[in-house]
């Protein structure tokens, strides 16, 4: 059973544009929620995260907004650029550092110049 | 030089062969991970440990075994390997805190093809 949802496996925006990359868990016990980011031939990269104390984080270009009541998190980014092609995992934990992370399976996402 | 360090990075054995899969670090994190990857089917947990002396099964262990054999090394085993077993493999480190992020930190794969 899939405790982290993704549910669109690619996505393409224009340059410029808002990308929004979006996230499902069933589990009301993570409280830690992250995305990373991977590029071809590399390993996954953090690129930000919020606890479930918080509803908005913000860094830079990137905001992550969690919806608790809806079980749902979402990744905006904004503007988009080409080099934000890559693909981005949504993953969530339970605790701080006490468990492993489950990961989604991950969105392509394509920003055409 | 790469905080986590993966070897090797690209192998191509045959069925029934044992193969290992070598992950180091220098973060000085006491937490570490095996994890594959299948097109469209994300990252899923192979096996854990959170100090030498604790190893845990993941999601998909059956057909693997770890070893950790100093805190800066997680070793991961295939005893006989099998076709549906190629698959990207990432190691990942954390800290027992969750440091900043609760997050982990990621090797950059080995690459692995079983014929």
């Known amino acids: 059973d899939q405790q982290v949802k993704q549910n669109s496996p690619s996505l393409s925006v224009q340059e410029g544009r808002i990308s929004i990359l979006n996230c499902d868990y069933t589990?009301?016990?993570?409280?830690?929620f992250l995305w990373y980011k991977k590029y071809p031939a590399e390993g996954p990269t953090f690129l930000i995260s919020?606890?479930?104390?918080?509803d908005k984080n913000e860094d830079g270009r990137f905001t992550v907004f969690l919806n608790k009541s809806a079980k749902h998190l979402s990744l905006h980014i904004v503007p988009s650029q080409p080099g934000d092609s890559a693909v981005y995992f949504c993953a969530a934990s339970r605790g701080r550092g006490n468990t492993p992370l489950v990961f989604g399976k991950g969105t392509r996402l394509s920003v055409i110049a | 030089d790469a905080d986590v360090t993966q070897t090797p990075r690209n192998r191509i054995t045959k069925t029934g062969k044992r193969i290992m899969l070598e992950c180091s670090q220098t973060?000085?994190?006491?937490?570490m991970y095996w994890y594959r990857q299948d097109p469209g089917l994300g990252l899923r947990l192979i096996y854990y440990s959170f100090d030498v002396k604790d190893i845990n099964k993941g999601e998909i262990s059956d057909g693997y075994s770890v070893s950790r054999q100093a805190q800066a090394k997680f070793s991961l085993s295939l005893e006989s390997a099998i076709p549906n077993q190629t698959a990207l493999y990432f190691c990942?480190?954390?800290?027992?805190?969750?440091?900043?992020?609760?997050?982990?930190?990621f090797g950059p794969g080995t690459r692995l093809t079983v014929l």
């Open positions: 589990n009301s016990m993570f409280d830690y």
């Open positions: 919020i606890s479930s104390i918080k």
């Open positions: 990942a480190t954390s800290d027992f805190t969750g440091g900043v992020n609760n997050e982990q930190f």
């Open positions: 973060k000085g994190h006491d937490r």
